[in-house]
């Protein structure tokens, strides 16, 4: 009876508020409906629709540039930044706040103080570029095609360094030091005691770092929707602001639902990807 008092009512919670719209998307996926009329079923029109239109390849597109920054940019940039900072034994609390201070931050805040930082006049980096000489690469980051994703995607990136520093710094702490004091002693530097010992050991957790990336890429929405709402002309649009846009601005819903299962299937092709290729690697370990 004690079980079923607190677990009944989370089951409930979990039901009405995850599976049934998750079931409710997945009808609706396949009609046409504005949201006030009846759903028509038109079967696999809208998922034809989708595959057809090259503003939702484009989010695709924008999603994938989400993930490979994070895999390939972020990620290194924080093990190294772990690395370095398991090294210093002074203010390491002072350092760890300041470097999780941005997570815990809401996305509302973190974009809105960007975009402040990407002002094309009063913002802080053309001001700095300025003031070093360097007026010429001053610029409209949002505005700006040839800008505008990668001052989104570096922001993301702001906003998320920290959780994953303390991330990989529990890990760092979890290496028995009986490891590295042998490596020491045969003369290991400290540079090949990280390359050869420490980056090993944290191949899980750069593994659940990696998985997160690509579900949090996946699902990204308010950083975008923030600073750029997917402009300019759409460039910086992604799955999850093309959706809203098509359900809450142009009411078609039933394609938008359409667009949500979408980005179901697409983040559990990429994980499952992603988790055979892992488990290929550690086969060819052992």
């Not at 009512?9 to 039901?15: A, D, N």
């Not at 009609?31 to 034809?48: E, H, Q, R, S, V």
């Not at 490596?183 to 090993?200: F, N």
């Not at 975008?224 to 460039?235: A, D, L, Q, R």
Request: aromatic share 16%.
């Amino acid at each position: 009876m004690a079980y079923a008092i607190f677990t009944v009512p989370t089951l409930l919670f979990l039901v009405i508020f995850f599976y049934s719209p998750m079931l409710m998307s997945l009808r609706y996926g396949f009609t046409a409906w504005n949201g006030i009329l009846p759903a028509k079923w038109n079967g696999l029109d809208n998922f034809t629709q989708a595959f057809q239109d090259k503003y939702f390849w484009i989010a695709v597109r924008n999603n994938l540039y989400f993930i490979a920054f994070s895999i390939g940019v972020q990620i290194p940039f924080i093990v190294c930044l772990a690395l370095v900072l398991s090294k210093i034994r002074r203010w390491t609390g002072f350092y760890k706040t300041m470097i999780f201070l941005p997570t815990i931050l809401s996305t509302a805040v973190v974009g809105v103080l960007w975009g402040f930082i990407y002002h094309p006049e009063a913002g802080l980096l053309n001001q700095l570029l300025e003031a070093a000489g360097l007026g010429a690469w001053k610029h409209t980051w949002l505005a700006d095609e040839s800008t505008a994703m990668i001052s989104v995607l570096v922001t993301n990136a702001w906003q998320w360094v920290g959780f994953y520093v303390i991330l990989v710094l529990s890990a760092i702490y979890a290496i028995p030091v009986t490891i590295l004091e042998a490596a020491e002693m045969d003369g290991a530097s400290s540079s090949r005691q990280a390359w050869s010992i420490t980056l090993p050991l944290l191949r899980p957790v750069i593994i659940v770092m990696i998985l997160l990336s690509i579900t949090g890429a996946m699902k990204a929405l308010d950083i975008v929707f923030v600073m750029t709402g997917g402009n300019p002309y759409g460039i910086t649009e992604v799955m999850a602001t093309y959706m809203y846009k098509k359900a809450y601005r142009i009411g078609e819903y039933g394609y938008a639902n359409a667009v949500a299962l979408l980005i179901l299937l697409f983040t559990g092709v990429l994980t499952s990807v992603f988790g055979w290729l892992t488990a290929k690697q550690e086969e060819a370990r052992f």
